[in-house]
């Protein structure tokens, strides 16, 4: 029996998520274990962000030598070896050059893996590209909960589990041929990525560190923490279902608009509303941002090469947004309400660009 490839790709997508936001809740004991301040936090997500950004542009290359499959299956195993040796490291400094191999692997993955169910649903981009996300918030969702692993078995072998797996899965996709793209780049995705930039880093510095503001600056335990952050990941699987709007509606620059208009809302209101609503309010952020970026990657799916269309918006939003984690965890120790504005302004900032830019 032939394996269904474009469930296997939303699969392997989920656990690629997972890897992403395992180590969210797992911050605080990490911190603690090598002894940094919190204020070094966001290092960590930005130390994954600069190896996937490095590899975006690469993984159109290589997918178009080797198939972008198989492209895609080498990434899930940089992923996975990266994060077991972020398990296995003595010191934060090494795990964070872990973490970079990390990153790597997951940009050889993202943008030659939606390229290839581009390929395989071609009449309907935007809902491919959907579940596509759908599927990450799925992944990133368990991630938030891997604080209760943690709890149980300590961070290093709670963070070595999901590696193991992501290398385990792997196999099947690189064995897979075909689906080669060519290997130009589709620099007029370049304006998107320029419009989506400011609200992808908003949106990754809240999802990294959502956990670790609320177990300092709240109260909350850690694992408690991590579930009321993956409130963004279930509302992001909501908001990845609805990728088909985009399809159908004809005024395609009102998708991106309102929602990035809803993220910037939802995160100005965070830090002054009570704790007990913050886990709608990380719903609605979630929502938003998912249905925003859905349909940015839907826009740029149709500008010619997939592969490389989303690996020039990705690439941008990385290079330019992965610095804003290192804003929102230092600007927090002056005052734990300043990078929720920061994330809001950036919010609106992508919403009015996509207003005056998008096709």
Do not use: C
């Not at 704790?275 to 938003?288: R, T």
């Amino acid at each position: 029996m032939r394996l269904n490839m474009f469930a296997y790709i939303l699969a392997a997508r989920a656990v690629y998520a997972l890897m992403w936001f395992y180590l969210a809740p797992l911050l605080p004991a990490m911190i603690q274990d090598f002894s940094v301040p919190p204020s070094e936090s966001g290092l960590m997500p930005a130390f994954f962000i600069i190896g996937a950004a490095a590899a975006q542009i690469p993984a159109s290359w290589i997918g178009s030598k080797i198939g972008d499959i198989r492209t895609a299956g080498l990434g899930l195993f940089t992923l996975g070896i990266g994060s077991s040796l972020v398990a296995t490291s003595p010191n934060w400094w090494t795990a964070l050059a872990f973490r970079a191999i990390s990153g790597v692997g997951a940009g050889l993955f993202f943008s030659t893996a939606g390229a290839a169910l581009v390929a395989l649903r071609p009449r309907s981009a935007g809902s491919a590209l959907g579940w596509y996300n759908a599927s990450f918030n799925i992944g990133a969702f368990a991630g938030y909960y891997w604080g209760y692993a943690a709890h149980l078995l300590g961070w290093r072998a709670a963070a070595l589990a999901p590696a193991l797996l992501a290398v385990a899965m792997s196999a099947p996709l690189i064995k897979e041929p075909g689906l080669r793209s060519s290997a130009s780049l589709s620099w007029r995705a370049a304006k998107l990525g320029l419009a989506s930039f400011p609200i992808w880093g908003a949106a990754y510095a809240a999802n990294s560190l959502t956990a670790t503001w609320l177990h300092f600056y709240r109260g909350v335990p850690a694992s408690a923490a991590g579930a009321i952050s993956s409130a963004t990941m279930a509302s992001g699987l909501l908001g990845g279902m609805l990728g088909s709007i985009y399809d159908r509606v004809r005024n395609k620059r009102a998708v991106p608009f309102y929602s990035a208009f809803l993220t910037a809302v939802a995160m100005a209101a965070l830090p002054l509303a009570p704790a007990e609503i913050s886990p709608l309010l990380v719903f609605s952020y979630g929502l938003g941002y998912t249905v925003y970026i859905t349909s940015i990657y839907a826009m740029g799916a149709k500008l010619g090469n997939p592969s490389a269309a989303l690996a020039v918006i990705n690439v941008i939003d990385m290079s330019l947004g992965m610095g804003f984690s290192y804003v929102f965890s230092y600007t927090m120790e002056l005052n734990p309400a300043i990078p929720w504005a920061i994330l809001s302004a950036l919010a609106l900032i992508s919403a009015t660009a996509t207003l005056r830019g998008a096709d």
